[in-house]
């Protein structure tokens, strides 16, 4: 991260317009739906989200066409500063950011709205699965960010379908624990329960990962 004072480094990047709300950066994207639509939408842009998107219930039930033709499933839930989060997850069609298109992003679909995902102006958030897809020059005085695709752009995006979530727990790290299982899914099939410590992938076991 580079800090520069009176004026931005040169970039060969593309510049997107920001909006900055109490300084936090919101940017306009484009859904691509499955039948050919164009919907455009705000995002709120949050590299601490660890995804490629979150996206509002409350926009979804109101422009339905982003979600037709495509599956919402359970994941495991999530615990966070507010609590545990009770999410859904949902693979787009697409999305526009600029002129780069990103082609079948993961999005999870939290069941409750909170924060900013109670406004009904805010698609989502758009966070690090999309943006590690680029080098990002953030210019806040002339409210762009500015993006230059790397190695990553072109990946597939993957997602988890596992239905469990793992955590690693102090003091060393070294014990993995399963922190949720979803319902129904290949982790509670395989008799996965939440509590349970990883002891072995495979029948490989891992010095030092152990309850």
């Known amino acids: 991260m580079t800090f520069a004072v009176g004026g931005a480094p ?10 900055l709300y109490g300084g936090i950066p919101f940017v306009e994207a484009t859904f691509e739906t499955a039948t050919g639509e164009k919907i455009p939408a705000l995002f709120l842009v949050d590299s601490g ?6 996206l509002s219930r409350k926009f979804l039930d109101a422009h339905p066409l982003v979600a037709e033709g495509h599956v919402l499933v359970n994941i495991p839930p999530v615990a966070a500063v507010g609590g545990v989060i ?9 999305l526009d950011l600029g002129p780069f298109h990103l082609t079948a992003p993961v999005a999870a679909v939290p069941r409750n709205a909170v924060g900013a995902l109670a406004n009904p102006d805010v698609a989502g958030f758009i966070g690090a699965g999309i943006l590690s897809r680029f080098t990002v020059d953030w210019d806040y005085e002339r409210k762009t960010m500015t993006l230059t695709p790397n190695h990553r752009y072109g990946e ?10 793992l955590v690693a ?12 299982v979803s319902p129904g899914g290949p982790a509670a099939e395989a008799g996965l329960e939440a509590g ?4 072995s992938i495979d029948d490989i076991i891992e010095k030092g990962y152990q309850g």
Request: glycine share 8%; net charge negative.
């Open 10 to 19: 040169a970039t060969t990047g593309t510049p997107i317009p920001i909006k």
């Open 49 to 54: 989200t660890a995804g490629e998107l979150i």
């Open 86 to 94: 009770d999410m859904e997850a949902l693979r787009i069609t697409g």
């Open 156 to 165: 597939p995006f993957e997602a988890d379908a596992s239905g469990l979530r």
């Open 169 to 180: 727990e102090k003091p060393d790290w070294k014990t993995i624990r399963v922190a949720a």
């Open 196 to 199: 349970d410590v990883l002891q």
